[in-house]
Antibody, heavy 120, light 110 residues
Framework: EVQLLESGGGLVQPGESLRLSCAAS????????MNWVRQAPGEGLEWVSG????????YYADSVKGRFTISRDNSKNTVSLQMNSLRVEDTAIYYC?????????????WGQGTQVTVSS | QSALTQPASVSGSPGQSITISCTGT?????????VSWYQQHPGKAPKLMIY???NRPSGVSNRFSASKSDNTASLTISGLQAEDEADYYC??????????FGGGTKLTVL
């Protein structure tokens, strides 16, 4: 069974940093792209970033480009999202989602999410 | 990376069929077959319902079907059941090497 478990969320002040992690199991991790998708309170889904299976290709949403960095450790089956210069509008539940061989939809499955709150 | 356009809400009675549209451009929905649909119940993570325009993952009811015409994708749910009440999101690959979601549609089963 494929499982994704996010961690690292919390409450931070604007301008601070946070690092999210997602531990994966139940599949050949290095063969699949991984993605982060977020959902602000009461809002819809927003794709944040994706990384190829090898880690050699990364994509970002314009809203986070230059502030967030996605990475993966295929030896530990983990994908991370380093979030710098956080803004109030980054407040959301952040989901880790397994992709396919390329950084394209579909995303399946999704983790349970981790809450990130940016507030002074 | 503008969001795909979905109706904010749709409703239907048990047993009826409903269709949710997802409108994009030739740079996303119209240009690629990487369109997928997700169901999200309150407080839960999204669940994949349709991938690559019209394919159902194993375990998803055949009451869910989907298609695409030009820049608009559509999700149809037939034989509505109370458990179908949820938010539905479409997503697509975008030419600018990104992924975009629709704004979401709240389905109410009357």
């Amino acid at each position: 069974e494929v499982q994704l478990l996010e961690s690292g969320g919390g409450l931070v002040q604007p301008g601070e940093s946070l690092r999210l992690s997602c531990a994966a199991s139940g599949f050949t991790f290095s063969s699949y792209a991984m993605n982060w998708v977020r959902q602000a309170p009461g809002e819809g889904l927003e794709w944040v970033s994706g990384i190829s299976g090898s880690g050699g290709t990364t994509y970002y949403a314009d809203s986070v480009k230059g502030r967030f960095t996605i990475s993966r450790d295929n030896s530990k089956n983990t994908v991370s999202l380093q979030m710098n210069s956080l803004r109030v509008e980054d407040t959301a539940i952040y989901y880790c989602a397994k992709g396919v061989t390329m950084i394209v939809p579909p995303f399946d499955p999704w983790g349970q999410g981790t809450q990130v709150t940016v507030s002074s | 990376q503008s969001a795909l356009t979905q109706p904010a809400s749709v409703s239907g009675s048990p047993g009826q069929s409903i269709t949710i549209s997802c409108t994009g451009t030739s740079s996303d929905v119209g240009g690629y077959n990487y369109v997928s649909w997700y169901q999200q119940h309150p407080g839960k993570a999204p669940k994949l319902m349709i991938y690559d325009v019209s394919n159902r993952p194993s375990g998803v009811s055949n009451r869910f079907s989907a298609s695409k015409s030009d820049n608009t994708a559509s999700l149809t749910i037939s034989g509505l059941q109370a458990e179908d009440e949820a938010d539905y999101y479409c997503s697509s690959y975008v030419r600018s090497r990104a992924v975009v979601f629709g704004g979401g549609t709240k389905l109410t089963v009357l």
